[in-house]
């Protein structure tokens, strides 16, 4: 599975922008898949997470109200959708997905096998 991110950029604060990641290989279908994002000298820290069945979304504290995940599935694609954005938003954000997980870990780095290479997102106040 290899995963394309797209569609950082830089945006002032209120503003909004879509991110995409797309899958080559093979389809989401199974599989967890998630945002996260790292900013400088900070750990990568989970944003967003859609479970591979396809179930509840989940969200980190800090963006829940303002981002929301989704896939298109005839797309192999997942999108991360930011609204209301803030300077402490700036970040690399990553896709990442790996075959079903236990919900406990859905929000950890580690449980994912497969990254994308990231996309930088611009905040700027």
């Known amino acids: 599975v290899q995963l394309q991110a797209s569609g950082g950029g830089l945006v002032q604060a209120g503003g909004s922008l879509r991110l995409s990641c797309m899958s080559s290989?093979?389809?989401?279908?199974?599989?967890?898949t998630a945002w996260f994002r790292q900013a400088p000298g900070k750990e990568r820290e989970f944003v967003a997470g859609?479970?591979?069945?396809?179930?509840?979304?989940y969200y980190g504290d800090s963006v829940k109200g303002r981002f929301t995940i989704s896939r298109d599935s005839g797309k192999n694609t997942v999108y991360l959708q930011m609204n209301s954005l803030k300077p402490e938003d700036t970040a690399v954000y990553y896709c990442a997905a790996t075959p079903r997980i236990v919900l406990s870990a859905l929000r950890l780095p580690s449980s994912y096998a497969y990254w994308g290479q990231g996309t930088l997102v611009t905040v700027s106040s």
């Open positions: 290989g093979r389809t989401f279908s199974g599989y967890t």
């Open positions: 859609s479970r591979w069945d396809g179930g509840n979304l």
